[in-house]
C-alpha cells in the first residue's frame, strides 16, 4: 500500500525559511511524478512545484518560482520542498502526492494518484 507522510511544517515570521518533507513507501515509482500542493482556508488546492522521479524535469508555479525550489532523493524515497522568504499568504496546508500526468496535466491535482494527509506551514508577519 502506497503511504505518503509529510513533515516539517510549522509555524515561522515572515521571511524564514522551511524544507517540507515527503516520505513515499510501499512502491516504486519509476516513471512517476511527485508534486507538492498546497491548499488555504476557503481557498481552491494550488499546484506549487513537481519533480519527475526519473529524469527530474522540474515544474514550478509562476507564484513560488525562484522562491521553492523542489528536489528528490530516490534512495531515500523522498521528495522534499524548500521554501524560502516565506510570507503570511504561503500560509496553508501542504500536500505531496504522486501520479503519472502528462506534462499539459502536471499542474493538475486530479492527475494524481496518492496524496499525503498534510502539514500546516503558518507564517506570521
Known amino acids: 500500500q502506497v503511504q505518503l507522510v509529510e513533515s516539517g511544517g510549522g509555524l515561522v515570521q515572515a521571511g524564514d525559511s522551511l524544507r517540507l518533507s515527503c516520505a513515499t513507501s510501499?512502491?516504486?515509482?519509476?516513471?512517476?511524478?511527485a508534486s507538492w500542493f498546497r491548499q488555504a482556508p476557503g481557498k481552491e488546492r494550488e499546484f506549487l512545484a513537481g519533480i519527475r522521479w526519473s529524469g527530474g524535469n522540474r515544474y514550478y508555479a509562476d507564484s513560488v518560482k525562484g522562491r521553492f525550489t523542489v528536489s528528490k532523493d530516490v534512495a531515500k524515497n523522498t521528495v522534499s520542498l524548500q521554501m524560502n522568504n516565506l510570507q503570511p499568504e504561503d500560509t496553508a496546508v501542504y500536500y505531496c502526492?504522486?501520479?503519472?500526468?502528462?506534462?499539459?496535466?502536471?499542474?493538475?491535482?486530479?492527475?494524481?494518484?496518492?496524496w499525503g494527509q498534510g502539514t500546516q506551514v503558518t507564517v506570521s508577519s
Open positions: 502526492a504522486v501520479g503519472r500526468p502528462i506534462q499539459s496535466s502536471v499542474r493538475q491535482g486530479g492527475s494524481y494518484y496518492y
Open positions: 510501499g512502491g516504486t515509482f519509476s516513471g512517476y511524478t
